[in-house]
């Protein structure tokens, strides 16, 4: 039986998008080109680990990314800025937060490594196999779009190495995870902890026959007649259970036979949801006020008419040994991160954020990356300049 909660991962795995903007000539001098720096450059060190140009580029761009997508769908609705650039500096200092964000993932990724390492935990042929299937479905998908491998990964500023690094880190990630918490550790999970999980989430196990009232594919609501008709089934079910000796095993068969439930054939032994996980509220409200063993009454719901029977709360250990393991995992390595004086150095001081971003925009676009010239001032404007002593802006 599965679990249906959201499980809270770290995630270290490569995003890449499937939706590309145009191809470019892979360019040896990538990093030199957008940052001025070849891609080894040592930006920072944290603790044991020196964080490299590449490494940070990789997160800052795909960080920036990410903010100027949030930016384009939110920015008028909640009133700010539609160029995060322009957001005041007294409530972000926008360049300062990408650049920590950006070392901070670098740090955490190359810790996975470093604490692998340490571990003695290597990659296995397993492991290589997956990359190197990665690394070809990745291939296949360049050429989808007429560009090489190199090309492809320049759109998010990645060399194939780098990108076989990326990979690597995300598969010793789940290897160290199972090396201090998996089965056969003192931090592996017992049945009963994970009954005690569940029950402090709210967690309830159910079974329920379906009666459709709206077109399953579409959500469109049926006609009146067409309600009518279920209402009527729905209800001669009812009775069917309620008259019977063994409803329990009436329940099973009706629910094979009658249930219009699409999940059904991948969950005949019934659901376990947790309360407030986006279930149908009159669903859940019914499901809990059932005690083990009981069926509900006919409850009309946002997809149709349902019979719920509750059962026993039932735990996957599987299951929550998994998303366990993943979030003791991804405390480990916040505690690692926060315990680190990550330290920049004066190369990695002089980057200036926007304009690294903006270099990145233009390389992976056109293969290349102009010079920036200084703002010029507007030609339009009163030419009394008598005491400014500034000097122009930069571009």
Not at 184 to 208: C, L, N, R
């Amino acid at each position: 039986m599965k679990l249906f909660k959201q499980a809270a991962t770290l995630v270290l795995t490569l995003a890449l998008s499937l939706s590309l903007l145009s191809g470019c000539a892979q360019k040896d001098d990538m990093y030199q080109l957008v940052c001025g720096l070849p891609s080894d450059t040592v930006l920072a060190t944290a603790g044991e680990v020196e964080l490299t140009a590449d490494e940070v580029l990789y997160w800052l761009v795909y960080g920036t990314d990410e903010l100027m997508s949030y930016f384009s769908s939110y920015a008028a609705y909640l009133g700010l800025p539609e160029n995060p650039w322009d957001m005041p500096s007294e409530e972000m200092d926008l360049a300062a937060t990408l650049m920590n964000d950006a070392l901070r993932m670098s740090a955490m990724q190359k810790l996975v490594y470093h604490k692998a390492q340490q571990a003695g935990i290597t990659l296995t042929k397993q492991d290589k196999d997956s990359i190197d299937e990665a690394v070809k479905l990745t291939d296949s998908q360049a050429k989808s779009e007429g560009m090489t491998l190199e090309a492809y990964l320049t759109q998010f500023m990645m060399t194939p190495d780098f990108y076989r690094w990326n990979l690597g880190c995300d598969r010793l990630y789940t290897a160290l995870g199972q090396h201090l918490f998996g089965e056969g550790t003192q931090g592996y999970p017992t049945a009963e902890d994970a009954y005690a999980a569940y029950e402090a989430q709210g967690a309830y196990s159910v079974k329920h026959i379906l009666l459709a009232t709206v077109d399953l594919n579409t959500n469109a609501p049926l006609d009146e007649a067409a309600i009518q008709e279920k209402t009527a089934a729905a209800n001669d079910l009812l009775a069917q259970l309620r008259a019977s000796d063994d409803p329990k095993t009436l329940f099973d068969s009706l629910m094979n036979e009658k249930s219009e439930d699409p999940g059904l054939l991948t969950n005949p032994d019934g659901y376990t949801f947790t309360v407030n996980s986006g279930v149908d509220p009159a669903f859940e409200q019914a499901a809990l006020e059932l005690e083990e063993g009981e069926i509900s009454d006919v409850i009309t719901g946002v997809s149709g008419l349902h019979i719920i029977l509750r059962l026993p709360l039932e735990v996957d250990l599987e299951a929550y040994a998994a998303d366990y393991i993943n979030s003791k995992m991804a405390e480990e390595v916040e505690a690692w991160v926060a315990a680190l004086d990550i330290q920049t150095n004066e190369l990695c001081d002089g980057l200036d954020v926007r304009t690294v971003y903006e270099n990145a925009v233009e390389y992976r676009t056109t293969g290349t990356v102009t010079e920036k010239q200084p703002e010029q001032p507007d030609a339009s404007a009163p030419a009394d300049t008598a005491g400014d002593t500034s000097a122009p802006a930069a571009g």
